[in-house]
């Protein structure tokens, strides 16, 4: 996991909150090798040291962007049970997943394009800490194939769909 912290109170947390939606934009409309972080300091109305002060670099920025993207959507996922009704939890995690996407179509659209490339920017976060939760999700889903409660499909590919 990246290093900034999550935004609070106070000027540090107003400032990354600025950084964070400022890179959000930037990085969606030009991509991580198109965005800079001058443009990102621009667009936050901060000088570019500024911004490096609070997120480390170019690449922490935009990682954090992606991680914060992703545990808005697990969150949706992360108290179901085998006994959960899986027909109630899939049509609340899709509508709350299409509601988030609404809501944050710049992270959404960041999300989209670093996982149409490989996500070569999120192999440390997919193979460590969101590995086993990815897994423990999966398990619950294979159960109620298992039960008969819903047809067996690639819960893996199911969740990131």
């Known amino acids: 996991m990246t290093t900034m912290k999550v935004p609070g109170s106070g000027t540090r947390a107003r400032n990354e909150s600025v950084i964070l939606e400022a890179a959000e934009r930037i990085f ?9 972080v001058q443009a990102i ?24 962007l992606l991680e914060r993207m992703m545990a808005r959507w697990n969150a949706m996922l992360d108290d179901i049970d085998e ?3 899986p027909g109630e939890v899939l049509e609340s995690f899709i509508r709350s ?13 960041l ?6 490339q490989g996500a070569p920017f999120l192999q440390s ?3 460590g800490e969101l590995r086993e939760w990815v897994r423990s999700r999966a398990r619950i889903f294979e159960h109620w194939a298992e039960k008969g409660l819903m ?3 690639d819960p893996v590919w199911l969740i990131f769909l």
């Open 41 to 64: 300091a621009e667009a936050a109305g901060l000088p570019k040291s500024n911004v490096l002060y609070y997120v480390g670099s170019k690449r922490e920025l935009y990682v954090s």
């Open 97 to 109: 997943k299409m509601r988030l996407t609404q809501q944050h179509p710049q992270g959404s659209r």
């Open 151 to 153: 047809d067996p499909v």
């Open 28 to 36: 969606a409309r030009h991509g991580y090798r198109g965005a800079s």
């Open 125 to 127: 976060y997919l193979h």
């Open 83 to 85: 006994d959960d009704d």
């Open 111 to 116: 999300f989209a394009a670093e996982v149409l």
